[in-house]
């Protein structure tokens, strides 16, 4: 045995891969003196710290738009209820079975169009009957008043008796009074004749049939055949509130007020009408009143029973400065804007707006005509902040909305697809 003795080769091959691994990482992180690292950790964080000033250094990239003089009209929103002109159920004033429909369902018919037919066969054999009875009384009052010349003449010769003639001359009298009876009959099987042939009593639209061909209809009936509403012009029902209403009458007593009808969306106008009628009285349990628009509905684009937003225009402010909504800013002493100046820089400036929508504000004192006010940006501006003034485009209409600068052109590129830049 041999001293000293000999490792296994297995051992050996790990503890030179070991070692190898050692040697690499020190190879890989060489080392440095402590004033030299801490030199190099300094730059580091320094490069940073540039890098992320570098990123919010330079103008602050807005949007603005100059105020303008512009006539504003003054008005107030509602939220209406359409309803038909006139709305009538066709019912049957006879009974008797119906025979025919005479219209389709949704066709449009005017005054006096045939609707429905009921089987008049029990109706005209009234009617035939009162003539006949007319007709025959109208010859016996012919032959009555024959008689009547004849005894008069007899009684003026003394050949006959003057009582004789009276009573041929009371019997005329009795049958002219029948055929007038015989007349009202007619009339009124006439009447009831007519009646078996329904018309429309109101230009309208029918609506979905109420009834089949063949059923047995009563004039107690309440179902109906059929219901036809006037569609043209049509109503607009909305209430406004009560501190509205001076507004509202001073506008009614110069001209029916104009009125519009609004799509969901609050903007894209359906029809355009007039102010008709202000109810005669306020609802107390809401403090509101009812006010009704005639609307001519030409296109057909208001229909009974449907939700609409009205606008009522009640007057109208001439040559008011307008800003659009957007540069309107909130802050903790009311309004304020961020004007313009010739430096390429902004104020934050107080203002007092009139009146404000969703597209424009009536400024009345703080901005001029001609001024420009920022209308994006304004989570970076603050007073006398420089700014790049950059044309509002479709592309960054989210990005006014949430009032942030315009996004580098190299990210709107990725987006519209042209992919990251090339490496040269």
């Keep these: 045995m041999s ?16 070692a190898l691994a050692a040697g690499g ?85 005017k005054k006096g169009d045939i609707v429905a037919l009921i089987d008049p066969t029990l109706y005209q054999a009234a009617y035939d009957q009162a003539v006949a009875k007319k007709a025959q009384d109208e010859a016996n009052l012919a032959n009555a008043r024959v008689d009547v010349t004849r005894y008069k003449k007899l009684a003026a010769s003394n050949f006959g008796s003057q009582q004789q003639y009276a009573t041929q001359e009371s019997l005329v009298t009795q049958l002219e009074a029948q055929i007038r009876a015989d007349q009202g009959a007619i009339d009124n099987a006439k009447a009831t004749l007519d009646y078996a042939t329904i018309r429309s009593p109101i230009d309208g639209r029918t609506g979905i049939r109420l009834v089949d061909v063949g059923n047995i209809l009563h004039s107690s009936d309440q179902t109906g055949i059929v219901v036809i509403t006037q569609l043209q012009p049509i109503y607009v029902v909305f ?61 057909l684009s208001l229909w009974p029973g449907q939700f609409v937003n009205v606008r009522v225009t009640v007057d109208l402010l001439r040559d008011a400065r307008v800003v659009p909504s957007a540069a309107i800013q909130r802050g903790p002493n009311g309004a304020f804007v ?27 004192s703080g901005v001029e005509p001609g001024e420009k006010v920022a209308t994006t940006g304004f989570a970076r501006l603050v007073d006398g902040s420089q700014v790049r003034v950059m044309e509002p485009t479709a592309d960054r209409g989210a990005e006014a909305a949430e009032g942030a600068a315009p996004r580098p052109r190299r990210e709107r590129n990725r987006e519209a697809g042209g992919g990251p830049p090339q490496r040269r």
Excluded: C
């Design 3 to 18: 001293w000293p003795p000999k490792r296994p080769a297995s051992l050996v091959a790990l503890a030179t891969l070991v």
């Design 25 to 109: 990482v020190y190879v890989a992180r060489p080392w440095h003196s402590g004033e030299d690292g801490a030199k190099e950790s300094a730059a580091a964080a320094g490069g940073k710290r540039d890098g992320r000033r570098r990123g919010f250094d330079g103008p602050i990239a807005i949007t603005a738009t100059p105020a303008r003089v512009a006539d504003v009209p003054v008005t107030i929103d509602a939220v209406g209820t359409a309803q038909a002109l006139n709305t009538v159920t066709v019912r049957t004033q006879v009974d008797g079975r119906l025979i025919k429909l005479a219209f389709e369902e949704g066709q449009n018919v």
């Design 239 to 299: 209430t406004v509130p009560q501190q509205s209403l001076p507004a509202v009458q001073k506008a009614q007593s110069r001209a029916p007020a104009k009125a519009a009808a609004l799509a969901s969306d609050n903007s894209s106008v359906l029809d355009t009408g007039r102010v008709a009628v202000i109810d005669n009285q306020i609802d107390q349990t809401t403090g509101t009143v009812k006010v009704k628009a005639t609307f001519e509905n030409k296109e």
């Design 338 to 364: 961020y004007v313009l100046n010739a430096d390429e820089t902004v104020s934050m400036r107080p203002v007092v707006v009139g009146r404000q929508d969703e597209a424009q504000a009536v400024i009345v």
